[in-house]
């Protein structure tokens, strides 16, 4: 990821938006399942939103989240009786905000290069 502009807005020392191209693992049915991808740069602490460009029905995101520094992980829920494959090969769109160092304990936080 590039450095973003760097406008003094708050606590906020960066946000980018993101285009990934992702194909996650079938859920199994009845199922919460979280799956990780490579996320270059993303930190701990980062807050991450994530939009799959298409509906499936049965499937949906209930949770994202940096795992670990350049881990993205995302998690599916398959209401389904059956298994559901996400579609392989969508460009995901992943807003990642970064904070200044907050009294919640988050780690000294610097650029994404």
């Known amino acids: 990821?590039?450095?973003p502009s760097e406008i003094?807005?708050?606590n906020m020392t960066g946000e980018w938006v993101l285009a990934l191209t992702?194909?996650?693992?079938?859920?199994a049915a009845t199922t919460v399942a979280e799956q990780t991808f490579t996320l270059t740069g993303a930190m701990v602490g980062d807050f991450?939103?994530?939009n799959k460009p298409t509906t499936?029905?049965?499937l949906g995101i209930v949770n994202s989240r940096i795992s670990a520094n350049?881990?993205?992980a995302i998690?599916?829920?398959n209401l389904t009786g059956s298994s559901l494959t996400p579609?392989?090969?969508?460009?995901?769109?992943?807003?990642v905000s970064r904070a200044v160092n907050v009294s919640a304990g988050l780690p000294t936080l610097t650029q994404i290069t």
Do not use: D, H
């Open 48 to 50: 991450v939103e994530i």
């Open 70 to 72: 350049g881990v993205l």
């Open 22 to 27: 992702l194909s996650p693992a079938a859920v």
């Open 8 to 10: 003094a807005r708050g």
């Open 56 to 58: 499936q029905a049965g």
């Open 87 to 95: 579609t392989s090969g969508e460009t995901y769109l992943c807003v």
């Open 1 to 3: 990821m590039s450095n």
């Open 75 to 77: 998690a599916f829920v």
